[in-house]
């Protein structure tokens, strides 16, 4: 099977379903890989069919212990640049290496250390699909015209250009179903209704982080919810 048809096939096997983001910040309690790991089976035991993974440590120990298909990427601060998911074409390759099936990155249009071009033909030649993180229509057109296999909704509202806002970008995803650009949704979707709604709007699949892994930022919601609400007295 050749590559684009093997990448075809995977995606179809993702489509109407929930790939869970396992991830934690510096200073979270559940910052180590292991835990990342266990966050991830638990993940797999409640139906998800993908994950998305950060950091080389990380997917190791979850390639190590699932075989779901896993989105990987690196989170890295370089002088120069705003580009932070997976910046170089070393970072994207070695995922590959390390049984990313899908490799994430920055798509977007800001100044980047290598081009669009140079990254996604080198993500094809370790054996592995490219998924771009777009903040907007001209983005995910951008990179599917490089390369992309599959672009993804995660930036809106991370880049200067994008619309900002609390909830996630349905705009967005309407303009790329409009456009007959295929997509997977992600950012902000903190509920099984706004999944739902993502994928009512045409995504071929759904992302979920936060409201399923991150239980520090579940609880910080509750927390100003309650606040807010006991503060009207």
Same mark, same amino acid.
């Given at each position: 099977?050749? $590559?684009? #048809?093997?990448?075809?096939?995977?995606?179809?096997?993702?489509?109407g *379903?929930?790939?869970?983001?396992?991830?934690?910040?510096?200073?979270?309690?559940? &910052?180590?890989?292991?835990?990342?790991?266990?966050l991830?089976?638990? #993940?797999?035991?409640?139906?998800?069919?993908?994950? &998305?993974?950060?950091?080389f440590?990380?997917? @190791?120990?979850?390639?190590?212990?699932?075989?779901l298909?896993?989105?990987?990427?690196?989170? *890295?601060? $370089?002088?120069g640049?705003?580009?932070?998911?997976?910046?170089?074409? =070393?970072?994207?390759? $070695?995922?590959?290496?390390?049984?990313?099936?899908?490799?994430?990155?920055? =798509?977007t /249009? $800001?100044? &980047?250390?290598?081009?669009?071009? +140079?990254?996604?033909?080198?993500?094809?030649?370790?054996?592995?699909?490219?998924?771009?993180?777009?903040?907007?229509?001209?983005?995910a057109? @951008?990179a599917?015209? @490089?390369?992309?296999?599959?672009?993804?909704?995660?930036l809106?509202?991370?880049?200067?250009? /994008?619309?900002?806002?609390?909830?996630?970008?349905w705009?967005?995803?309407?303009?790329?179903?409009?456009?007959?650009?295929?997509?997977?949704? +992600?950012?902000?979707?903190?509920?099984? =209704?706004?999944?739902?709604?993502?994928?009512?709007?045409? =995504?071929?699949?759904?992302?979920?982080?936060?409201?399923? *892994?991150?239980?520090?930022?579940? *609880?910080?919601?509750?927390r100003?919810?309650?606040?807010?609400? @006991?503060?009207?007295?």
């Open positions: 099977m050749s $590559r684009r #048809a093997a990448g075809q096939s995977l995606l179809e096997q993702l489509r *379903t929930l790939i869970v983001s396992c991830q934690a910040n510096p200073g979270s309690p559940l &910052r180590e890989p292991y835990i990342i790991s266990r991830a089976l638990a #993940a797999e035991q409640g139906g998800a069919t993908g994950l &998305r993974i950060q950091g440590e990380d997917v @190791a120990a979850v390639r190590a212990v699932s075989k298909p896993i989105i990987g990427l690196t989170k *890295t601060d $370089r002088a640049t705003e580009v932070y998911i997976t910046p170089t074409a =070393a970072e994207a390759v $070695r995922l590959a290496e390390l049984g990313c099936e899908i490799v994430a990155l920055d =798509a /249009s $800001r100044p &980047r250390p290598e081009t669009l071009t +140079e990254m996604f033909a080198a993500v094809h030649a370790a054996g592995a699909l490219v998924m771009g993180d777009i903040s907007t229509l001209d983005e057109q @951008a599917y015209e @490089a390369g992309a296999d599959i672009v993804s909704t995660t809106s509202g991370y880049t200067a250009h /994008s619309r900002a806002g609390s909830g996630a970008d705009a967005l995803m309407d303009e790329l179903r409009e456009a007959k650009l295929v997509f997977i949704a +992600e950012g902000r979707l903190n509920s099984p =209704a706004d999944a739902a709604q993502a994928i009512r709007r045409g =995504a071929l699949a759904v992302v979920v982080g936060s409201a399923i *892994t991150r239980p520090d930022i579940i *609880t910080s919601w509750f100003d919810a309650i606040q807010s609400e @006991a503060g009207k007295d």
